[in-house]
């Protein structure tokens, strides 16, 4: 079981940067694929950035260039971060962990936090 809780989401104006972070509990975070999803009103959750075990990391192309995933595991931590923020990018972000390496769909990650809210203005 892995309990996740995200942090570090607030108002922005666009063109700003933000570090999300989301906190793992468990003794083996080590071993999990970890993600990032990102759901704007009335939209699908979408992937946004994941990281295997080994760090190798994957994007979505809309926010290549702009995000970085990175992962610390001797605090079981994850991180996003936002630079270059654009109004589109305002959504609620959510970690999620996967067993699976890579993981890039929401059906292959096993356990979601709660969501941070991020919202960019123009």
């Known amino acids: 079981q892995v309990h996740l809780v995200e942090s570090g989401g607030g108002l922005v104006q666009a063109g700003g940067s933000l570090r999300l972070s989301c906190a793992a509990s468990?003794?083996?975070?080590?071993?999990?694929?970890m993600g990032w999803f990102r759901q704007a009103p009335g939209k699908e959750r979408d992937f946004v950035a994941g990281?295997?075990?080994?760090?190798?990391?994957y994007y979505a192309d809309s926010v290549k260039g702009r995000f970085t995933i990175s992962r610390d595991n001797a605090k079981n931590t994850v991180y996003l971060q936002l630079n270059s923020l654009k109004p589109e990018d305002t959504a609620v972000y959510y970690c999620?962990?996967?067993?699976?390496?890579?993981?890039?769909?929401?059906?292959?990650?096993?356990?979601w936090g709660q969501g941070t809210q991020v919202t960019v203005s123009s």
């Open positions: 999620a962990a996967s067993r699976l390496h890579p993981a890039l769909r929401k059906y292959e990650y096993d356990y």
């Open positions: 990281i295997n075990w080994g760090s190798s990391t």
């Open positions: 468990g003794r083996t975070f080590s071993s999990y694929a």
